[in-house]
T-cell receptor, first 117, second 111 residues
Framework: GAGVSQSPSNKVTEKGKDVELRCDPISGHTALYWYRQSLGQGLEFLIYFQGNSAPDKSGLPSDRFSAERTGGSVSTLTIQRTQQEDSAVYLC???????????????FGPGTRLTVL | EDKVVQSPLSLVVHEGDTVTLNCSYEVTNFRSLLWYKQEKKAPTFLFMLTSSGIEKKSGRLSSILDKKELFSILNITATQTGDSAVYLCAVPSQGAQKLVFGQGTRLTINP
């Protein structure tokens, strides 16, 4: 089936505005992850959803960042009052988690390039 | 804190050369180590390694894990310009709930 999709592919916004980034995971994948990649850097974990469990928000850099996952599928990452340092590529990934097996192969979407002016 | 360090950060070689990329890690409750190739935006999966000393191979790419010395290498033989990309190494952290990534190695293959 289709891979992970994200929208928009590019977003340019002004400092102080709110933005919403969307992720559609692979159908049937119960785990969904958001990462951020600043220019020339590795991927930085933001938040993780697994089924109906409470999300792991330990990577969110500030309270301006939030994410939700509705119906165990689509996820939205919201950044409020954007700052220039929020400019990065935001990547979403999903995985089919098998407890006790070889797990956690994460399939990545194409990302959203966010530019805050 | 779990950590992944890759070296070199950047590598430029000529087409046909063989390259070795390095990844060292510190993680509690090690489960696996993953290699990804990132050409534009989306990293694409290359290998998952869980056992020491067992080479995984896919065409001209191969990788091996040393759980005693806590590192992995990714080898690419007979490099081609299409191999130019950022290669990322990652380990699952905290019970495989998230991946901790290294900084990546930017590989450039010149014709």
């Amino acid at each position: 089936g289709a891979g992970v999709s994200q929208s928009p592919s590019n977003k340019v916004t002004e400092k102080g505005k709110d933005v919403e980034l969307r992720c559609d995971p692979i159908s049937g994948h119960t785990a969904l992850y958001w990462y951020r990649q600043s220019l020339g850097q590795g991927l930085e974990f933001l938040i993780y959803f697994q089924g109906n469990s409470a999300p792991d928000k330990s990577g969110l850099p500030s309270d301006r960042f939030s994410a939700e996952r509705t119906g165990g599928s689509v996820s939205t990452l919201t950044i409020q009052r954007t700052q220039q340092e929020d400019s990065a590529v935001y990547l979403c990934a999903s995985s089919l988690v098998w407890w006790g097996g070889n797990d956690n192969e994460q399939f990545f979407g194409p990302g959203t390039r966010l530019t805050v002016l | 804190e779990d950590k992944v360090v890759q070296s070199p950060l950047s590598l430029v070689v000529h087409e046909g050369d063989t390259v070795t990329l390095n990844c060292s890690y510190e993680v509690t409750n090690f489960r696996s180590l993953l290699w990804y190739k990132q050409e534009k935006k989306a990293p694409t999966f290359l290998f998952m390694l869980t056992s020491s000393g067992i080479e995984k191979k896919s065409g001209r790419l191969s990788s091996i894990l040393d759980k005693k010395e806590l590192f992995s290498i990714l080898n690419i033989t007979a490099t081609q310009t299409g191999d130019s990309a950022v290669y990322l190494c990652a380990v699952p952290s905290q019970g495989a709930q998230k991946l901790v990534f290294g900084q990546g190695t930017r590989l450039t293959i010149n014709p």
